[in-house]
Structure formats: structure tokens, C-alpha cells
């Protein structure tokens, strides 16, 4: 809903400079949260997160010049909807399969995590839509 309405050339705007954050690049960067948390971590899956690069912390907020919108879109659909298979079928007290140094973490706590992680770059989204455009969406 932060998105709705804007060009993927707006989406690309990297309206809060010197900061390399867009609108697009925060729906990338979900994206990698959503698979690494509920498919790498909780579910131990050896899975390529989508934007990741062995060269580039970063890769979800860069090079977004060849990003389309319809891929981010589906790829961040995707991700979502892995992840809401994986809650479906699991209790949120079982415990994650792939954290790593020991680091116990339960379904619940995922869950938890990634409530605060969305309302996090909510904000961020708020700031960075009302730079382009002056609205802030829903």
C-alpha cells in the first residue's frame, strides 16, 4: 500500500540522500527477511535469498536499474506466501531448525520479530513516500 500509485522510476527514488534506501529496495529487502527468517532459519532450508550478493551487503537497496516492478512484486509475493504456509502448518512454539551459534528461537518469536520489523520500515516507507509525493498511503 506504501507503493500504490508510484512509477517504478519514483519507487526507485532515493528521496532521503545520502541514504541509499527506496521504496523498492525496502520491498527487496522484505523479501530476503521474509525467506531468511521463516525458510533459512526456521525451516533450516538451504534457500537463495533473492537480492543476496557475496559482494554486496547491500544488494537489496542497489542496483535496482534493472529491477522491475513486476518481479519485486512477485518475488516479495512469494516470499509472503512461503511464509504463511510455513506458520500455517507449524505450531509457534517449535523451534527453529537452521539458527545458527546456538541461537534457540521459536515460531512465536519469528513471528513477533517480523511484526516489528515490518513496522520499522512502515515508517521508513511513510518518510520516504512523503518525500515523493507528499502522501504516506495506509
Known amino acids: 500500500m506504501k507503493c500504490a ?45 533473492e537480492y543476496e550478493s557475496p ?19 512477485r518475488n516479495f509475493l512469494r516470499a509472503c506466501a512461503a511464509s504463511r ?3 500455517q502448518r507449524n505450531e509457534l512454539d517449535a523451534h527453529a531448525r537452521g539458527a545458527d551459534d546456538g541461537f534457540v528461537v521459536d515460531l512465536r518469536w519469528i513471528c513477533v520479530h517480523m511484526i516489528v520489523e515490518y513496522a520499522r520500515h512502515n515508517g521508513d516507507a511513510d518518510l520516504l513516500r512523503e518525500r515523493i509525493d507528499g502522501l504516506t498511503g495506509d
Open 5 to 49: 500509485g508510484l512509477s517504478v522510476e519514483q519507487l526507485r527514488t532515493r528521496s532521503v540522500e545520502p541514504s541509499s534506501l527506496t521504496l523498492l529496495g525496502l520491498v527487496r529487502h522484505m523479501t530476503i527477511v521474509e525467506q531468511d527468517w521463516y525458510q533459512r532459519i526456521f525451516e533450516g532450508l538451504d534457500v537463495a535469498l
Open 55 to 73: 559482494t554486496d551487503h547491500d544488494a537489496d537497496f542497489n542496483d535496482l536499474d534493472s529491477a522491475t516492478l513486476d518481479d519485486v512484486e
Open 85 to 87: 504456509e510455513i506458520t
